[in-house]
């Protein structure tokens, strides 16, 4: 039986998609995956297939520890990004139709500006000679720059968080503008405090915008390049500099084999994210 006329125009539709899919994504991966199994010599590619890139990995003292660091970084800078963006997407979506592209279109303004302008720009606001620091001076709070504004974790994550922010922001105003506010006036209704009905009606229907959220958040952290070596130190370097330097000095075994590694440790958390968001979504029905 032939599929309806509606349906094979859907599948024709999804034909670029999956073009895209396969030659931009799988076509490159399966190149990588390949490439972890080889080694190189004098800038040559040996195409003997080994498990030595893997085992240069986790036998290095560097690698695994900068693998955790960059997890740890980026599971806290998601929490703080979705605390932080949770409070302004709900007060974005109770204002009126007008305020609200207001407030959304300041929120998305930085998308405007090349990413790395946006971290020098930081640099030169949290810098030795920057407004925060000759503003506390001026006002007698500090006698020499703050030592820790610029080039440590805290510039780090302070810049990650900004730049996660508005994924994060649309993200929970789409899903918060698409649920019940009836519910929360019935609730109400009921008796229960604003308390209780934003924790017991407003978070349950939002639940899955705020895993997007967590997801398009953690996911580009565990890959942040630029701002790690732009506004860290020795003790803030994360993975993602350390590939690229690995494909610079044409280590692209090694390159590769630590690419994938990362990729297997960000589908799992993603997985045992999702599968436990899955069953708490399952009980609150």
């Given amino acids: 039986m032939n599929p309806p006329h509606s349906d094979r125009s859907l599948l024709w539709g999804v034909v670029p998609m999956l073009f895209v899919q396969i030659a931009l994504f799988l076509v490159p991966m399966a190149i990588m995956f390949v490439y972890s199994f080889w080694t190189t010599k004098n800038y040559a590619i040996v195409t003997d297939w080994t498990f030595s890139n893997y085992l240069a990995f986790f036998e290095s003292s560097t690698y695994p520890r900068v693998l955790f660091r960059t997890l740890t970084y980026s599971v806290v800078i998601t929490v703080i990004t979705l605390i932080a963006s949770y409070p302004l997407s709900y007060f974005i979506v109770r204002c009126t139709k007008a305020w609200q592209q207001m407030l959304l279109g300041a929120v998305i303004l930085s998308f405007w500006t090349s990413g790395l302008l946006r ?167």
């Fill in 119 to 285: 971290a020098y720009a930081w640099m030169a606001l949290l810098g030795d000679a920057g407004i925060i620091n000759k503003g506390l001076k001026l006002l007698g709070l500090i006698d020499g720059p703050l030592p820790y504004l610029l080039y440590s974790p805290f510039a780090v994550i302070l810049v990650m968080v900004y730049f996660s922010l508005p994924f994060a922001v649309i993200t929970i105003y789409a899903s918060l503008e698409k649920m019940d506010w009836a519910l929360v006036d019935a609730a109400a209704d009921l008796g229960a405090s604003p308390r209780k009905a934003f924790w017991h009606i407003t978070v349950p229907q939002t639940l899955p915008g705020i895993a997007s959220a967590a997801v398009l958040t953690f996911v580009p952290l565990m890959g942040m390049f630029f701002v790690p070596m732009l506004m860290g130190d020795a003790s803030s370097v994360m993975i993602a500099p350390l590939i690229a330097n690995q494909m610079q000095a044409f280590q692209l075994g090694l390159g590769a084999a630590s690419s994938f590694i990362v990729a297997l440790v960000v589908m799992t958390v993603l997985g045992f994210s999702w599968r436990h968001l899955g069953l708490d979504l399952e009980q609150s029905e």
